[in-house]
């Protein structure tokens, strides 16, 4: 399947911010990346804060895709909010987007969510909606029978969130042992 020039300008954006700072991403450059006019990016995104803001909600779906994945993975129940955890950190590692919606540390690098800094009141993508949306899923992925595992997906999303502020060392696979152990993994639930 051929990407829609939309797709195609934000892989080029996403792939200019990580390699260089957001203000130093210039239009003109994800354009001639993307294979598309500076016109039809203007288009799409109506200008460098409307791409910031499309970069913010597709790095925020990507995560919440992977969240699904590891709801909908093979085994119980705690293995499933391991997963959740351990897909939180690596994701949070693998794009500085994902970190700061999760942390709501953002700095002058990162092209803001829609709402933060531009128009005080107005709400922004942040690590309030993205747990509301975790909670939400696991809502659903979750018999009624194992509702409590629904309620716990959050706080396996907190403590994940907590290795993001104070990382253990070294950071990757069983680094969440923690969590493995919180949550009974090694149970049949």
């Given at each position: 399947m051929v990407p829609t020039a939309r797709e195609s300008l934000l892989e080029a954006a996403g792939a200019a911010l990580a390699a260089r700072p957001w203000p130093?991403?210039?239009?003109?450059?994800?354009?001639?990346?993307?294979?598309?006019?500076?016109?039809?990016?203007?288009?799409?995104?109506?200008?460098?804060?409307?791409l910031g803001h499309a970069l913010v909600r597709r790095d925020a779906a990507w995560y919440l895709d992977g969240v699904d994945r590891a709801l909908a993975s093979p085994g119980g129940c705690a293995a499933r909010l391991a997963e959740v955890a351990e897909w939180t950190v690596t994701a949070s590692h693998a794009r500085p987007l994902v970190r700061a919606l999760l942390t709501g540390c953002w700095n002058g690098n990162l092209p803001v969510p829609a709402g933060r800094g531009v128009r005080p009141g107005l709400p922004a993508l942040g690590p309030a909606e993205l747990l509301r949306s975790v909670r939400e899923r696991a809502?659903?992925?979750?018999?009624?029978?194992?509702?409590?595992?629904?309620?716990?997906?959050?706080?396996?999303?907190?403590?994940?969130?907590?290795?993001?502020?104070?990382?253990?060392?070294?950071?990757?696979?069983?680094?969440?042992?923690?969590?493995?152990?919180?949550?009974?993994?090694?149970?049949?639930?």
């Amino acid at each position: 399947m051929v990407p829609t020039a939309r797709e195609s300008l934000l892989e080029a954006a996403g792939a200019a911010l990580a390699a260089r700072p957001w203000p130093a991403v210039r239009m003109v450059d994800v354009a001639a990346v993307a294979g598309v006019s500076r016109q039809t990016l203007y288009n799409e995104f109506a200008g460098k804060t409307g791409l910031g803001h499309a970069l913010v909600r597709r790095d925020a779906a990507w995560y919440l895709d992977g969240v699904d994945r590891a709801l909908a993975s093979p085994g119980g129940c705690a293995a499933r909010l391991a997963e959740v955890a351990e897909w939180t950190v690596t994701a949070s590692h693998a794009r500085p987007l994902v970190r700061a919606l999760l942390t709501g540390c953002w700095n002058g690098n990162l092209p803001v969510p829609a709402g933060r800094g531009v128009r005080p009141g107005l709400p922004a993508l942040g690590p309030a909606e993205l747990l509301r949306s975790v909670r939400e899923r696991a809502d659903a992925a979750f018999a009624p029978a194992e509702a409590e595992w629904a309620q716990r997906c959050e706080l396996a999303v907190r403590l994940a969130m907590s290795y993001l502020v104070a990382p253990a060392e070294p950071p990757g696979p069983g680094s969440l042992e923690l969590l493995r152990l919180f949550n009974g993994a090694g149970r049949t639930a």
